[in-house]
């Protein structure tokens, strides 16, 4: 029989269970590998006849409470375990991966909390290829644990095998020493020869040895068919596909959740192994999790940490006189409102147990601003609390802006607070660490998460697995839009909210292409699993116990993490704390620093104030780029449009301008514009509503209707804003009845008046609640719309009055993002901004104002490493400016510099304060660096010797520079673009800036995009599929060769501000081949295409571009080299081709043999370099430089 849920036994009597039980079990858990989802697994059993089954995820107890969870939902009995990774010595990390596996069932609370201490050794300390523990350990930890000794992979097993019997027993008697009665040899059999071959040698083994033998079978997918899933699972994790003869795969489609029938049937042989399955459930007497009898986790308060405070307060005490103290500071005169709020959410807070929290989170806020680090004004719900204001969590006035506390806490919804906390970048390690120092290291750790096959990836992992063409699953995967499943996509599922979003080009696809619609189905099995572990982006947990006692933990690159996610650890009962880490805060810490420097100004914003007109306008002029939050061209022109004058307006920009809320942006701006016009459904709807212009835009706003109309506390008027959110649909409509006619708030069991009762003709209560359903879904919380609203405010401020301080600050916290770098450089130059060329007596490591403009940084160059730059930087300082390139080396040639380093300082133009041509410095660079090198070794060895003699700069050749031609503007500027990344001293394009000014679309447009914590972008300013018309260079081109042998194109265009890809399809390849070639300036038409994170265009025409004065230009004299190769020195033709590529510049290069001539493909600069390396294997007189009209 099953059993029902109540009378589930988690005891040491044997009841009537069924005569089966699966021990060995892998979850979609057991990554990329095991594929039953934990999801189905319940139903299976039941349908099955098993009321109890294992899992044993490889390595990892990531899925376990997950499993525990969905088991107690469906009446099953959970028996958590792992197959766990086993070796000598953990600890040896050297040569082949060397490990067996080991299956360990937990028996009760002891056992669990022993398997949680060995996973967490092997991750944490024994991780080797795989996360491994000892056989030492093993015994140290083995109390409450029954042990197996695996599949094929085990020692026991792998030694049979080997046909080494006496070493399997060695092995088996030993894990019998440790495990005594709760050790069993493992008998599988999925067809494999080596399980025929040794289970007659298991079977002796257990009767000489008097171990029992257990069966089990290695599950990894739920039903026979799913073999394939499987394997293709498999091979995506191994980067292979289906037909790859060479790859790791089952030999067998055995492995899935076979019935008991099928079992005793397959080991009808020896009924015992059978037998000991139901046995060993038995023994399994405690449930390890602490689960409700609807499967939910009872939080352990008692792992909640505890703050001490060190004057021997209680923290009730401890935070009552900080609060009190804070609120003085804060407000110069302390009204009745301000002290009623005070009273009232101190009241709530320590009457919850929130008291230790509060002061946990202020203490290392504290902790922060002390040491100078950057913490945001707030996040989320809790800039509501005017507690927090007052101690310095949160730094936004709560009465100013009608933010309501019990949005955040309230005694109606019992759940933790949850302050979120915003921190700088670039230094929030620094309070983490803090953190970890504070409550112990055992007790602090960072939070996994789980990467999962989303839709469109499984379509492309699923693809490649069976070779189909890229184009084909990227004709599928472009009709879907990325967040609704692949059944939502193919219309065979609606969203939740019950809206149907199939796409019918899609379903087309599906229903006439038999080879995509197999693709398109097996994605869909797989879509959802997951597939790799990383490290949250903010989540850290705080314990008050070590957390390795009640979760394991695994080690994500250099930092620990629990291996549940952050709503598991909740959950539990643990403390989960967000520290964001935002560049924003950098910034604006950064630009007040130079601001110091450069006017010896300290800025406080809380003396400036936030009602700066002259930061509204500069945000009503559109001129926001860098400005937080509103730098999009959406937001800039919705800005423009809006011209804000008040903080209010700001925290509406942020909160309007999302999906949803969008559609009321032009309301919101005609009421701003025309109050007059105004119409409000009811005059208690009127303060309300008044300061977003009669438009409900807050979460906020949807508890205040229900407060001040329905007569609802403002807990109850809460738990209505969530349902609404969450489109509960039976708690808004019983809700409903009770805001329009009143009833009992089911929490606090008083009555409720209703809107109706109040004074609300019924029609209209009806239309105002009605009205807020669906906005609700979308509402903004206020709270933290304020809080990121402080930002956007203080970015803007910054701009209208320092400018280039500003900005310095923005592109040097942005100095690994070349794109961004790209965009606000070119904003600069348009704005009219001077950017400055690297300069190797002026610059400094980072970029710096400079007057009116900016210093490009030596940073900012390719392949100089920032130890040379610091040296550089500080042998300026210490000694004076550099006065020549000579004086440069001479005390710069020791810092470690290579010649490459050297090269890309001349091309990005750092000395051209010498007057010096940078062809000439690099035709003499590199004889002169080794000369300098050589004279300094031979310095250090004179001084070394005791016989040395004194080796005198006089002995060094004094550099003499040849009398060549200055590089031409195009060459000076492609190679700055090279080292620098961008165009400094000019743009190719200058003279085409007027001529591009008339389209719409530009590659700045590409630099606008949300990115999630996965890396993936989101583009707000362009989507898949635009038509754009846009003009550039073309600077490279590329003809490929199509497998159906046609011809296609793939070019490179780059406009005034960036790169983009252009692809010519066999059509407009044929139609346009002879004007796409490199250098020309053209016209481009075409779509854009979306994939991969990287925008491209699939051209549709293209036209040549031509100034006025390129047409007037006169014909110039081109210089090229003519190389005449005689016979006897055809063998080193290839020697000569190597040195013409060790000099690339900007002088074709023609070669001449045999009597005919022939196009080197690339091109030189004139240096000795290059004439002394031909002449090894040329004649002066073959060496030939000429010039002719170009």
Known sequence: MIFRRETLPYSSKEEKMSDFVHLHLHTEYSLLDGAVRIKKIFGECKKRGMDTVAITDHGNMFGTLKFAEAAKQAGIKAIIGCEMYICDDYKDKTGKQNYDHIILLCKNKTGYKNLIKLDSIAYVDGFYYKPRIDYKTLAEHSEGLICLSACLAGRVQKRLVQNDYEGAKETALFLKSVFKDDFYLEIQDHGLADQKRINPSLIRLSKETGIPIVATNDVHYLNKEDAEMQDVIMCISMKTTIDDPNRLKMEASESYLKTPEEMKELFSYLPEAIENTVKIANKVTEEVF????????????????????????????????????????????????????????????????????????????????????????????????????????????????????????????????????????????????????KYGFDKVAQIVTFGTLASKQAIKDVARVYRIPYADSDKITKLMDGKSTIKQSLGMENLPDGTYVGVQDLIDIYNSDPQLKKIIDMAIKVEGLPRNTSMHAAGVVICEKPIMNNVPLQRNGDDVTTQFDMIEVESLGMLKMDFLGLRTLTDVQDACKYVKEDFGKDLDFHEIGYEDQGAYELIGSGLTDAVFQLESPGMKKFMKELKPTTFEDIIAGISLYRPGPMDSIPQYIRNKHHPEDIVYDHPMMEPILKNSYGVLIYQEQVMQVCQQLGGFTLGHADIVRKAMGKKKIKIMDEQEEIFIHGGINEHTGLPVEGAVKRGVPEDIAFKIYEGMKPFARYAFNKSHAAAYAVLAYETAYLKKYYPTQ?????????????????????????????????????????????????????????????????????????????????????????????????????????????????????????????????????????????????????????????????????????????????????????????????????????????????????????KEGDRVRFGGIITKFEKIVTKKNTNMGVMTVEDLYGPIECTLFSRTYEQYKNIAKEDEVVEIGGRLHIKDNRVSVNLDDLKLIKTEAAEKKEPVDQEYLGLIIPDKTLRYLDNILDVLTCYEGDIPVFISKEGKKFDAKCSVRKCDGLLSELSIYLDESDIVFFKKKK
């Open 806 to 1022: 500003f900005m310095t600050s923005i592109l040097n916290n942005r100095i690994d993002k070349s794109d961004e770098i790209s965009k606000y450089l070119a904003y600069l130059k348009s704005i009219g901004t001077k950017v400055y060329q690297p300069d190797i007596n002026l610059s400094k490591a980072y970029y710096h104002t400079e007057g009116n403009g900016i210093r490009i940084g030596l940073v900012s160059l390719k392949n100089i490493g920032m130890n040379v730059i610091n040296d550089i930087v500080n042998e300026r300082d210490a000694n004076g400016k550099y006065t020549s390139f000579e004086d440069f080396i001479s005390r710069c040639a020791d810092f470690g510099m290579n010649k490459r380093m050297i090269e890309n300082l001349i091309y990005a133009g750092a000395f051209d304060c010498f007057g010096v041509k940078r062809s000439q410095l690099i035709a003499v660079y590199s004889g002169f660096t080794d000369k300098i090198i050589e004279r300094n070794k031979k310095k250090a060895s004179a001084q070394m010797s005791i016989f040395g003699t004194l080796i005198k700069d006089d002995d060094l050749y004094k550099l003499e520079y040849p009398d060549i031609p200055e590089y031409d503007s195009k060459y000076k500027l492609q190679k700055e673009k090279e080292v620098i990344g961008e165009y400094i001293t000019g743009h190719p394009l200058a003279d085409f800036s007027e001529q591009f000014s008339k389209y719409k679309f530009d590659t700045r447009q590409l630099t606008y995009y949300d990115e999630d914590e996965n890396g993936d972008r989101t583009y707000t300013a362009v």
């Open 290 to 437: 602490p689960l409700d009898d609807k499967g939910v986790p009872i939080k352990d308060w008692s792992l909640i940490p505890k703050y001490y405070p060190e004057n021997g307060q209680t923290p009730k005490e401890y935070l009552f006189d900080l609060a009190t103290k804070g609120l003085h500071k804060r407000y110069k005169e302390i009204t009745k409102e301000i002290q009623d709020r005070f009273d009232y959410e101190f009241d709530v807070i320590s009457s919850m147990g929130f008291c230790d929290y509060y002061l946990i989170v202020w203490d290392f806020i504290n902790y922060a601003k002390s040491v100078g680090i950057p913490v945001g004004a707030g996040r989320g719900s809790g800039v509501s609390s005017i507690i927090a204001y007052s101690i310095g969590i949160t730094d936004v006035e709560p009465l100013r802006y009608q933010l309501i506390f019990e949005r955040f806490l309230n005694r109606e919804r019992v759940s933790m607070p949850d302050f979120d906390v915003d921190i700088s970048d670039a230094r929030r390690g620094e309070v983490v660490e803090y953190v970890r120092h």
